[in-house]
Antibody, heavy 118, light 110 residues
């Protein structure tokens, strides 16, 4: 069974750093893109970027370039999304998703809620 | 890379059909047959409903269908059911090789 299991909810202060994770199982993790999606409270979905774990080829959506870092460790089937200095506006639910055989994302993690507040 | 354009809301009665449009440009929807549609119920993760414009993943009802004409893709839901009430998002591959979502459409089943 394909599963993506994300790390738990986080409460942070502005300026703090954070790294959240997404662990895949039940499929060849290295050979499918992992995407990260932001959903701010009451708002729509936004693609942040995608990574191909096999060679760590990473592509960022223009709005998120330089704002976050996406990485992956194929040896432990885990992808990461990290911030070096959080802002209140980073408060959101973050989802990871696995690509299917093409440019679609067929399995999703349960989401990680990140709250940034002083 | 701008978000694709979807209507904010659509509604229909049980048993009826509705169509949600998704308008982009030749750099995304119009340039590739890689449009996907996702359903999201409140508090839940998105679910893939349609991929590659008109293909359905295993397990998705055949009441859901997709199409594309030029820069506009469409999702049609026939035989509306109460459980179809949700938010729907289109997504497309783009020239910049990262995908882009539409703004989302809230479907209300009357």
């Amino acid at each position: 069974e394909v599963q993506l299991v994300q790390s738990g909810a986080e409460v942070k202060k502005p300026g703090e750093s954070l790294k959240i994770s997404c662990k895949g199982s039940g499929y060849g993790f290295a050979n499918y893109w992992i995407g990260w999606v932001r959903q701010m409270p009451g708002k729509g979905l936004e693609w942040m970027g995608i990574i191909y774990p096999s060679d760590s080829d990473t592509r960022y959506s223009p709005s998120f370039q330089g704002q976050v870092t996406i990485s992956a460790d194929k040896s432990i089937s885990t992808a990461y999304l990290q911030w070096s200095s959080l802002k209140a506006s980073d408060t959101a639910m973050y989802y990871c998703a696995k690509s299917g055989d093409g440019y679609n994302f067929d399995y999703w993690g349960q989401g990680t809620l990140v709250t940034v507040s002083s | 890379q701008s978000a694709l354009t979807q209507p904010a809301s659509v509604s229909g009665s049980p048993g009826q059909s509705i169509t949600i449009s998704c308008t982009g440009t030749s750099s995304d929807v119009g340039g590739y047959n890689y449009v996907s549609w996702y359903q999201q119920h409140p508090g839940k993760a998105p679910k893939l409903m349609i991929y590659d414009v008109k293909s359905r993943p295993s397990g998705v009802s055949n009441r859901f269908s997709g199409s594309k004409s030029g820069d506009t893709a469409s999702l049609t839901i026939s035989g509306l059911q109460a459980e179809d009430e949700a938010d729907y998002y289109c997504s497309s591959f783009t020239d910049s090789t990262t995908p882009v979502f539409g703004g989302g459409t809230k479907l209300t089943v009357l």
